[in-house]
């Protein structure tokens, strides 16, 4: 019907306009319900994430002045100045494995150099190796967490 | 409103009389519809199976059961497939009784035949993917039809299978065909079928003096159309693909071991049955051959069907060609329904 | 034609709504990664009501395809039940070797004996060559008691020693249909209920699985709709009695008579009214002196059940010469320690003394003390039971005859 002064300010809507408004956003829901599904299709992961506690046998058997590298874990057990600490071999850089060198560790990707205890000493890396959470079950066997 | 890119796909207007879903039934837009559905649904099927013999199961398994959806993707695919040689048959039917086929339109035709044979390959080579117990028959009987071919058989099996038995090689081969090489293929030939139907002049209709509805409907109001039937055709689908899921059997365990209630996929089952009447050449190859054969021949051996007589059903001067297809259908339904019996005792 | 669109929009949101309400109804999947497989598996998204199947086997290392093989992704019944072993029951002797086989498990080496599945094969328990010998040596389908035919076909794991050794090589599958003489035919049709790869007679009192889980899994009284997921060694006698101590067979009429009394304790249900027992032989159960190589076999072929059972009273309580044979366990790979590892309430150490048989299979539940009594700890009832000797006692046996009927002219108890 035609717009008049009168009825320009009412809240009525043209009836073509209304099923127009009507099947565009009953799409858009369609279509936020087909993203959202799509969302959760791909979000499967075929294969179990990787292990992530390791057991590593009695807790006794690390004594102070330990330096033990567990390499599935990718991480090296050390008892040192701060007590019996766990760090994580991955370079904090861009995650290269960092090898033993004569006074800590190497990585062999871009020369970034940490001390014994995981400390910083120099290279593109901007911070030191990880600490891992270490923790003595019931059984008295130390348990190394690299998931935290 | 100004056209948009779809809107300029489509004729500015087309005759009304001829585009009434009593007269096209709709099936050759359906066969579109459907085929985009495969692509998509197909490449989301991508994503998580995997081509080899021992994980081709598992990760189909998977995909039904622990992906979120991809139960309903797998039988969406399934089910589009299976309605695609139904629609795209019934799309051959129509055009062959209402005497579609006749000059100017021989070549679009044959076009037409062609992307036919080409969904019954891609739903072939999709079936034999899923490398389960259900696929024994095509995998060994039916792919040994080729090497019964005289003379070029034995190659041309070996290039098919990739390797003188079935193996690995060949799960490969018929990944890369399936999502691949018959597409691009069908993708070339469905698009010129598309374009020589509207060079040809759109869906067949009587000369203009001769047709008694001269009213014309828009290139707006058909894609709004098209629009209506594609809404109803997913909300269809996906009703279907909810409900009624695709088949599915342990994972095939030794490929070469035998089983003697070994089914054809439904859509060979004709051939299955011809298959226990004679020999494998003959009935397995020679006769699917000549049906297609004849089936092509039709709009240029037989004379043709004056103009206008067009635009409707069962024009007089198709009369043959009519009797030929409507046998030949009998045919292949009885064939059909004989091998779907249960055996005997 | 827009009407008809806004409809059409409203049918296709309504359909996804209908679509993500069936999703959600299918089973949630509940996953396990058992440690000896390493591949997920996801029987428990329907079956984590089932009980862990022993201690031995806990669920976290075997998970279920394991054993019972199946598809480990599926979550639909028929298609994950399609390819499991032997039914509900992987044990059955026709998939053992694949269920519970492995050369750590129970087709392992003999040395270590790990052979469980091979000589059970072997014992007559499986063949029943004894009952089909002398069925076929008395209607004359055979010329003497040597064994010829078993229910399957089967070799010896050891070939016979020697020629003055009647154990057979190998028997042959008894065949009823090529059977002359009608007895015989008969007695393949109506007899042959109560060997390892039969199916039970229908009763409660019957009830068991065939396979490993006729013994292994102790079934018997209960209704055979329910089945039981449970594997122990701790066998009762009731088990054994699903087919031993049933009834009789008539020869004439060439069937299954089953026993008539009814039983008010354990005493009256153990045996047959005809049988004479001690109070040893029904206090404890059948698997505190019966061993593992007479009941499972010990690899050889055996022409009937007197060749392959050879525990006698004498074994435990030894004759007025000698006390009863015993070894002291020296090293933690005992097959003794392993056995009473497996019934953790029999504190067997290195260092005991334990009594073995005459062809060295440990007794393990029977310790020779440190003041050098000795004592048995029944494996079902866990009773402590002082064992009293021959030697040094009143008992007036002639130190020749052996056989139970001779300890049994004193010491039968009034049934």
New interface residues.
């Given amino acids: 019907m035609p717009v008049t002064p009168s009825n320009a300010k009412s809240t009525t809507i043209p009836r073509?306009d209304f099923?127009?408004l009507?099947?565009k956003s009953?799409?858009a829901?369609?279509s936020a319900?087909?993203f959202a599904?799509?969302l959760?299709?791909?979000?499967?992961e075929?294969y179990?994430a990787p292990v992530t506690k390791f057991d590593l046998g009695p807790a006794d058997q690390f004594s102070p002045g330990t330096h033990a590298v567990i390499a599935e874990a990718r991480s090296v057990i050390v008892y040192g100045s701060q007590g019996l600490m766990a760090y994580s071999l991955i370079c904090p850089h861009l995650g290269c494995t960092v090898e033993s060198a004569e006074e800590g560790f190497e990585c062999p990707c871009h020369g970034s150099r940490f001390d014994a205890e995981g400390n910083l000493v120099q290279g593109p890396a901007s911070q030191g190796l990880k600490p891992l959470s270490l923790e003595v079950n019931d059984g008295g066997n130390l348990i190394l967490d690299t998931a935290a | 409103m100004r056209p948009s890119f779809f809107h300029h796909l489509h004729p500015p207007t087309i005759p009304a009389r001829q585009s009434r879903l009593r007269y096209t039934l709709g099936a050759g837009g359906y066969s579109v519809f459907l085929s985009l559905v495969l692509v998509v649904s197909g490449a989301l099927l991508m994503f998580y199976y995997i081509p080899t013999p021992e994980q081709a199961g598992p990760s189909i398994q998977m995909i039904t059961f622990l992906v979120p959806f991809g139960g309903l993707i797998r039988n969406l695919h399934y089910w589009a497939a299976q309605l695609l040689v139904v629609v795209a048959g019934i799309h051959l039917l129509r055009v062959i009784f209402t005497g579609a086929y006749t000059a100017p339109r021989r070549f679009n035709y044959l076009l037409g035949l062609i992307l036919f044979v080409l969904s019954l390959f891609l739903d072939f080579t999709g079936y034999v993917l899923r490398w389960d117990e259900g696929v024994r028959w095509a995998l060994v009987a039916g792919t040994n039809l080729v090497q019964s071919i005289p003379r070029i058989g034995p190659g041309l099996y070996r290039l098919v299978m990739g390797g003188t038995q079935p193996s690995p090689a060949t799960l490969t081969r018929f990944y890369a065909w399936h999502i691949f090489g018959l597409v691009v293929i069908m993708l070339i030939v469905g698009a010129w079928h598309i374009f020589r139907v509207r060079r040809d002049g759109g869906i067949a209709v009587p000369p203009p003096d001769q047709r008694h509805a001269p009213e014309r409907i828009s290139r707006f109001e058909l894609v709004r159309r098209e629009g209506l039937a594609t809404l109803i055709g997913i909300t269809v689908l996906l009703l279907v693909a909810a409900f009624i899921p695709a088949p599915l059997a342990a994972p095939m365990s030794d490929v070469t071991a035998q089983t003697a209630d070994a089914r054809a996929p439904w859509f060979f089952l004709w051939v299955q049955q011809l298959l226990k009447v004679g020999d494998a050449f003959w009935m397995g190859v020679f006769i699917p051959l000549a049906v297609i054969i004849i089936l092509g021949c039709l709009p240029y051996l037989l004379p043709a069907i004056p103009s206008t007589e067009l635009g409707r059903w069962f024009p007089r001067g198709g009369r043959l060609a009519q009797i030929i297809v409507a046998v030949l259908v009998v045919a292949i339904l009885g064939l059909t329904i004989l091998a779907a019996l249960p055996t005997g005792t | 034609m827009k009407q008809r669109i806004v409809a059409a929009s409203v049918l296709l949101v309504l359909a996804m709504l209908v679509v993500v309400w069936q999703v959600n109804r299918l089973p949630r999947p509940v996953v396990i990664t058992p440690t000896l497989t390493g591949q997920e598996e996801y029987c428990l998204s329907c079956h984590a009501d089932l009980p862990e199947i022993s201690a031995s086997h806990p669920i976290e290392s075997f998970g279920c395809v394991l054993c019972h093989g199946g598809e480990r992704l599926a979550l639909e019944a028929d298609l994950a039940h399609s390819t499991m072993r032997g039914g509900r029951n992987p044990s059955d002797l026709a998939v053992a070797e694949l269920s519970c086989g492995g050369s750590e498990c129970h087709t392992g080496s003999p040395e270590l004996h790990r052979d469980h599945v091979a000589r059970v094969q072997t014992s007559l328990q499986a063949t029943y060559a004894g009952a089909i010998t002398s069925i076929r040596y008395t209607y004359g389908a055979q010329a003497d008691l040597t064994a010829q035919k078993a229910i399957s076909a089967v070799q010896a794991l050891h070939p016979p020693e020697g020629a003055s050794d009647s154990r057979p090589r190998a028997l042959d599958a008894f065949n009823p249909a090529k059977e002359t003489h009608p007895f015989v035919q008969a007695f393949g049709e109506n007899c042959l209920t109560c060997h390892l790869q039969a199916e039970p007679l229908p009763g409660a009192a019957y009830n068991r699985l065939t396979g490993c889980a006729a013994c292994h899994t102790p079934s018997t009284g209960r209704d055979p709709e329910q089945p039981l997921h449970q594997l122990t060694t701790v066998i009762p006698y009731t088990q054994c009695n699903a087919c031993h101590n049933r009834g009789n067979y008539d020869l004439r009429q060439m069937n299954f008579v089953p026993r008539s009394d009814s039983s008010s304790d354990r005493m009256h249900d153990y045996y047959q009214p005809i049988a004479q027992f001690t109070r040893c032989e029904f206090e404890l159960d059948c698997v505190d002196c019966h061993t593992r190589q007479e009941a499972m076999g010990n690899g050889y072929l055996y022409n009937n059940q007197a060749e392959q059972q050879y525990v006698q009273c004498k074994t435990c309580h030894g004759t007025l010469d000698a006390a009863p044979l015993t070894r002291t366990i020296q090293d933690e790979t005992d097959i003794a320690l392993r056995l009473a590892y497996l019934n953790p309430d029999i504190p067997l150490q290195v260092g005991d003394t334990i009594v073995v048989t005459e062809q060295d299979e440990p007794l393990w539940n029977l310790r020779q003390l440190p003041d050098g009594s000795f004592e048995m700890i029944t494996k079902v009832t866990q009773v402590r039971y002082p064992v009293p000797l021959v030697m040094g006692s009143g008992c007036t046996q002639n130190p020749e005859q052996q056989e139970s009927n001779y300890c049994h002219a004193c010491h039968a108890v009034q049934r």
């Fill in positions: 073509r099923l127009t009507a099947w009953l799409l829901v369609s319900l087909s599904g799509l959760r299709f791909f979000s499967h075929p179990p």
